[in-house]
């Protein structure tokens, strides 16, 4: 305590084991500060009103204070035109005495408020010797006042003699003098700042304002909290807390030749690390942690730096860690070392979910037992799940062989459910609350790693519970082993603690005390044993031509196996008194098929293909075992005989439990087989062909490929024979004609069987294996590799021919959309249309041409670097302009370059002339065999689709002062890929053409003369005409018959 101020600087103790206090260690802890001599002007003039209430903000202030020699002492000045001393500073030693004084005291009055005059005489009087001053103690100064100052003028000068003596100064603004007259608020944003230029700085902690006088009394607390935290400050003027508030000893970590200390109240809980040594304390400067550059305004976020200490042991020596969990609201976790007193931080791991507490657990662990740190477990227990559910998470850190932390993996708890429907007792806040403690573990299943508990103690309703994961070489496994949850219906919070090093029951194993509201469990670790298991077959091959072990069970005589399984019992820790352990195990043959091949002779009446017994072995034991079988007398050779050996512990409550890292199975086969000779040896000879169906191949989507494989015996049969076909990731196996047993190992590896149960002696098999193209993997060649091999002998020389390697040189189709809009555009020059002489727009020049050009990769290959070139015709024969470049807006991660393309006349805001030559544009076609064209190009980064909008203005001018009737323009695009020779664009290669038609419309009718001419010449036609069939005689007759013909005709009818 320091006057009227009680700090937690925290303190740490060193205690025996049976709790008694040793010695205590408190680095924080500092001497309280010179005392206070504090002098009060106050403005006493006729404009404070009531004086009262100024009188009950001097008692209040007066009470709040211990007055005394040693303590603080309390001057008055009071002033209006002029300036009296009320109180000296060593006038009173007792709050009593004074507060019954200062109840009497009457006002000043005055008409003038001379402010500096009065600030002047406190400085050079009232804290001189005669008047009680103490020149140890520091000088305070408290002006009160109610309006603007009529020495206002002198206000630099006196506050900078006030700085001079280290007069630390707090204003106080009393606005009721201003409310009552109803000032204006730039009168009162004046005397504001007359008062802030009297206060120290900061502002925040030396300036007041209130409404009136009566409201004086409530800042009483808060100016004298002001004033008193000098009594424990260093300096001339206040600051903020550094260690008074430390709370060092918040968390602890002992190291080899002292302790780490958190400290997380440090500089206004911003926190701090404490190092304390046999001989020295090292406790780092407020801004060691931060970088205030980089890092402004870290000083409001109380980060709580020193929630959580470690140390990391490196070959490069120790790195020192700690937790800011508030920091930046996510939290964050600082790796660093000291040379000296000054920190170095070598890495900072930052938290990514707001409230999470990032940071606010931490735990080292050497997990291969080398004297050195492996990983870094950072818990964020409140991390939300996603209905808002304080799951919590670990993350997982490894260190590298750079001395920093690398992230693995993150661990997280079972997920809880937030309170689910019918439940009618519900515990806030749900989740699990993961993380909360993280502990490092001795070796617990002997597997000569360090394991890790990680408790959640708001799991299952806030009963908690602790997981519990194993060390694996220099790494934790990700999947926990291990869930204890809480025990007894009265647990709550099961998990907050957990220790994992003392082995408390002496039987060498480390044992593990997991804490809970109101008490801890103590969970003692069973030893750990070793089970290891073999098992063999006498004959290793069935051969029911040429049995070796015949034998004879209820009248069936077939080949006979004897199976011998072994087994060595191992307990891992030294402990030495213990009992047998009993084992089962089960024999079953034939697993896979609902009617077995063969039978476990049990007895002589009794048969089965299971056979399930106990047996008890010690501790360093081998013991083995036989069990015999009957095979059945007509065999399918689909398959060889499946036998299969599962074992464990007959009881596993009690005793060692067996080591999870072993195996608690073994599954073996038998070969089936048959050979006609006489030694019933089965010498084989496969040749093997193999060819693809084509030399090269584009890959693209649904393209197929076939390799025509044919396996040939030359030799005795081949029992069990296969093709065993590996191939590139660049193809997927899709299936083999004609149909037959295939069976895919992974992605990349094929099994075909070839004339099951045997490739009878000279016999041929052909099929076809039939592959399609996986655009998603890219390389060179397609490599497929097919090799024969069967279960019978072949002799080395001849296994040469038995594999072939295919290799196909590979291209790949990029799958890219490449268009381009609109594809036709048509300009129409009007007749008689004109131009003007001067233009400082490119919307003068004429009609706009938009092209959008626009690229679209699969989604399988979007990291290929594409480019796009775009040429035009630019300018005619006799460079007049033809297509005018106004812009080109690319998507994002497409850069142009387009030169001075763009605009290269500087139209708007430069205004040019227009002064076209004139010209005859007579081809039917222009584009750049015939004009200058110009061309631009754009890179097409790494993104599925990209556009890139061309914009051009048809130069209209020099079309109306050309003669020409119709013409076309073309703007070529082209596509290439950059960089990548396995790539081709296909069908999106060629060119993407936009032709633009201009012609000239032809107004007002055909000329007269044209008309006239026509006539003439359609006359003299129609002349020629005429003259050449009358030459013909197409206008003679025979008029002479013509009437004899009508006089016959006359006679006969008047006959009739």
Avoid at 65 to 94: A, K, M
Avoid at 761 to 784: C, D, G, M, W, Y
Avoid at 999 to 1025: C, M, N, Q, R, Y
Wanted: with cysteine.
């Amino acid at each position: 305590m320091c006057g009227q101020q009680q700090y937690i600087s925290g303190v740490c103790a060193n205690v025996s084991s049976s709790f008694q206090i040793l010695n205590s260690v408190a680095p924080a802890v500092q001497e309280c500060a010179k005392n206070l001599d504090i002098v009060i002007v106050l403005d006493g003039s006729n404009s404070i009103y009531p004086w009262s209430s100024i009188v009950d903000f001097l008692v209040s202030f007066i009470q709040n204070t211990t007055i005394g020699p040693n303590f603080s002492q309390v001057g008055i000045v009071s002033y209006g035109e002029n300036v009296s001393h009320l109180v000296n500073l060593s006038q009173f030693d007792s709050n009593t005495i004074m507060v019954d004084y200062v109840k009497t005291l009457p006002q000043h009055t005055g008409t003038k408020t001379n402010t500096f005059l009065a600030i002047e005489t406190a400085r050079k009087e009232a804290f001189l010797p005669e008047r009680g001053a103490r020149p140890e103690a520091k000088k305070v100064m408290v002006i009160v006042t109610d309006g603007e100052s009529h020495d206002f003028h002198k206000l630099d000068s006196v506050i900078a003699e006030c700085d001079e003596d280290g007069i630390e100064r707090f204003g106080i603004a009393v606005l009721g003098d201003y409310n009552r007259q109803n000032k204006s608020p730039a009168d009162v944003k004046k005397f504001i700042q007359e008062i802030e230029g009297i206060s120290s700085k900061p502002l925040k902690d030396h300036f007041f304002n209130v409404s009136d006088e009566v409201a004086l009394l409530s800042i009483v607390d808060t100016l004298g909290s002001k004033i008193f935290a000098l009594e424990a400050t260093i300096g001339n003027f206040t600051s903020s807390f550094e260690m008074e508030m430390s709370q060092t000893g918040f968390s602890i970590h002992p190291l080899r030749d002292g302790m780490l200390m958190g400290a997380v109240g440090a500089y206004d809980w911003n926190g701090t690390v404490v190092l304390q040594t046999a001989k020295e304390s090292v406790i780092p400067g407020k801004t060691q942690f931060y970088d205030p550059k980089s890092e402004a305004g870290y000083e409001g976020l109380a980060g709580y730096l020193g929630y959580d200490v470690k140390s990391a042991t490196t070959r490069d020596g120790e790195l020192y860690i700690t937790g800011a969990p508030r920091f930046n609201h996510t939290g964050r976790v600082i790796i660093y070392r000291l040379n000296g007193s000054d920190v170095v931080i070598s890495q900072i791991l930052k938290g990514e979910q707001i409230g999470s507490y990032f940071g606010s657990v931490l735990q080292t662990i050497d997990i291969d037992k080398d004297d050195y740190t492996d990983l870094l477990l950072v818990g964020a227990p409140m991390f939300m799940g996603p209905e808002r559910d304080e799951q919590g998470q670990v993350y997982v850190y490894k260190l590298n062989q750079k001395g920093q932390f690398e992230h693995e993996f993150t661990l997280k708890p079972k997920n809880q459910l937030c309170c689910p429907k019918g439940s009618s007792d519900c515990n806030e806040p749900c989740g699990a609350r993961f993380g909360t403690a993280i502990a490092a573990v001795l070796d617990l299943n002997l597997d000569g790693f360090n394991d890790v508990a990680i408790g959640a103690p708001l799991e299952n309703n806030h009963k908690g519970g602790v997981y519990i994961y194993h060390g694996d070489k220099t790494s934790l496994k990700e999947k926990f082993v291990q869930h204890i949850p809480a025990g007894g219906s009265g647990t709550k919070f099961f998990g907050q603690s957990i220790h994992g090093v003392m082995d408390l029951n002496g039987d060498g194993i480390t044992d593990v005390t997991i804490g809970g509201l109101g008490g801890a469990s103590l969970f003692w670790s069973r030893d750990v044993a070793e089970l290891h298991a073999n098992m063999s077959f006498n004959p290793g091959k069935i051969n029911l031509q040429q049995p070796q072990n015949k034998c004879e069970h209820r009248g069936l005589k077939s080949v006979c196996v004897v199976t011998t399984f072994c087994f060595h019992y191992r307990v891992k820790s030294d402990n030495h008194d213990l009992k047998p352990a009993s084992i089962n195990y089960t024999l079953l043959l034939d697993a896979p098929r609902k009617t077995a091949r063969a039978l476990f002779i049990i007895d002589s009446k009794k048969s089965n293909n299971t056979i399930t017994k106990n047996f008890a072995i010690n501790n360093e034991e081998a013991k083995c075992m036989n069990e015999t079988f009957i095979m059945s007398s007509r065999l399918d050779f689909r398959d060889p005989l499946f036998v299969s050996l599962e074992f464990k512990l007959a009881d596993e409550e009690q005793g060692p439990v067996l080591d999870e890292n072993l195996p608690r199975f073994i599954n073996k086969t038998i070969p089936l087989m048959e050979c006609g000779n006489e030694d019933q040896r089965c010498i084989t000879d496969l040749v093997l062909k193999a060819k693809a169906s084509v030399k090269s191949v584009v890959v693209k989507d649904g393209v197929k490929m076939f390799v025509h494989v044919t396996v040939k015996n030359k030799g005795d049969n081949a029992y069990n024979t296969k093709v065993l076909v590996s191939f590139t990731p660049n193809i997927n196996y899709v299936k083999v004609e004609p149909e037959m047993t295939c069976n895919l190992n992974n992605t990349s590896g094929l099994d075909c069987a070839v004339g099951y149960p045997f490739l009878g002696s000279r016999v041929e098999e052909t099929f076809k294996l039939i592959f399609e193209a996986n655009p998603n993997h890219v390389l060179e060649h397609i490599q497929i590799s097919v090799t024969a091999t069967s279960d019978s002998e072949e002799r080395p020389e001849t296994l040469i021919d038995n594999s072939a390697i295919i290799s196909i040189p590979v291209k790949y189709e990029a799958g890219i959309t490449f268009e381009a809009v609109p594809l036709h555009e048509h300009i129409i020059v009007k007749y008689g249309e004109d131009y003007p002489a001067k233009i400082n727009n490119t919307k003068m020049l004429g009609e706009e041409i938009s092209i959008s050009y626009t690229v679209e990769k699969s989604s399988v290959i979007t990291n290929l670097s594409l480019e796009l070139k775009v040429k035009y015709p630019q300018k005619s024969p006799l460079t007049n302009n033809l297509l005018y470049l106004t812009e080109v807006k690319p998507s994002s991660k497409v850069k142009c370059k387009t030169g001075n393309l763009i605009n290269p006349e500087d139209i708007n805001p430069k205004e040019i002339k227009l002064n076209p030559k004139q010209e005859t544009l007579s081809n039917f076609l222009l584009q750049c065999e015939q004009s200058t064209c110009a061309s631009f190009s754009c890179s097409i980064g790494p993104v599925r689709r990209s556009q890139v909008n061309v914009t051009f203005r048809v130069w209209k001018p020099t079309f109306i002062k050309s003669e020409f009737s119709s013409l076309y323009m073309k703007v070529n695009a082209t596509l290439e890929v950059k960089e990548a020779p396995l790539f081709e664009l296909g069908t999106s290669r060629g060119p993407r053409e936009m032709t633009i038609h201009v012609s000239k419309e032809v107004v007002g009718g055909i000329p007269f003369w044209i008309i006239i001419v026509s006539i003439l010449i359609g006359l003299l036609i129609l002349a020629l005409v005429i003259f050449i069939l009358w030459k013909l005689g197409f206008f003679k007759r025979k008029t002479q018959d013509m009437s004899k013909d009508e006089k016959d005709g006359g006679k006969d009818t008047s006959t009739i």
